[in-house]
């Protein structure tokens, strides 16, 4: 098993590739390790010193190490918990862990919510994917979208450049009623 590497705009966090599926839908986020119980991949790799953040996508694992950790001592030891993992057999996630989707909408708001999912579906999340990370919807309130950044995005230093230069540039150029982008924690 080859697992490759990629930087992300964000220095703290690195993405990993192993060649395979890691999720077969969705994305799974773990800011914790408490968070981190409903899979036993991400148990492994924040058992690593230095872990602060593990984020999955469909074909990538993003970590996130803290401030005083250097990637050159934490990078093999995760190499080799994941590599460890796959060749164990165990799934990526328990199997009681919930789904990571999208939440629904209904109300008068719901076409508008559609609309702004649809556009983050096919134009915002495949870039931030890329960079190791994704985005969330969490809401639409008076012409303000409430988003949620993960994985690689969750606190880099461009965020707020990509939420208010790229994404609510977007959203606004295509659908009036938004007004203003806003990031919430999770």
């Known amino acids: 098993m080859f697992i490759q590497t990629e930087s992300t705009p964000n220095p703290a966090t ?36 230095g872990v602060t953040g593990v984020f999955f996508g469909p074909d990538f694992v993003t970590v996130t190490k803290n401030e005083q950790t250097e ?57 931030v994917a890329q960079d190791g990370g994704d985005i969330t919807f969490h809401g639409f309130d008076r012409g303000i979208v409430y988003l949620h950044m993960q994985g690689a995005c969750a606190g880099c230093p461009s965020s707020t450049i990509t939420l208010k230069m790229g994404i609510e540039n977007l959203l606004r150029h295509y659908i009036p009623e938004v007004t203003e982008v806003r990031p919430v924690a999770a």
Request: glycine share 10%.
């Open 14 to 49: 690195l993405k990993f590739l192993p060649g395979q599926a890691v999720l077969s839908t969705g994305t799974a986020d773990f800011p914790t390790e408490e968070a981190a119980q409903a899979s036993p991949l991400a148990q492994r790799i924040f058992g690593v010193q």
């Open 71 to 127: 990637w050159n001592h934490v990078k093999p030891a995760i190499l080799g918990v994941i590599m460890e993992h796959y060749q164990s057999g165990q799934p990526v996630m328990g199997a009681d862990a919930e789904n990571t989707g999208h939440k629904e909408h209904t109300g008068e708001d719901g076409e508008i919510v559609q609309q702004i999912k649809d556009l983050l579906d096919t134009r915002v999340r495949p870039a």
